[in-house]
């Protein structure tokens, strides 16, 4: 989980019936415990995606080009 030791104040308008999806959805309560995981699952999925688009380009990674064919064509449920 991301955490940061800087707080912030501020007043903003917030629209209720998406605030009480997120809280379902996120399993929260109040306010700053909602708008504080919503913010987190969203630094989490940019992050999941931006590793799975380096998994999937093989930038960085020491892999042979056999290795990574294998790799795809196993993910890859049309493969036989």
Known sequence: MYTSTMSRRTTIELDEELLNSAQAVLGTRGLKETVDRALTE?????????????????????????????AR??????SS
């Open 42 to 70: 969203v630094v989490r999925a940019s992050r999941r995606r931006a590793l799975a688009d380096r998994l999937m380009s093989g930038a960085g990674l020491d892999f042979d080009d056999q290795t990574i064919t294998a």
């Open 73 to 78: 064509r196993w993910r890859t449920p049309d």
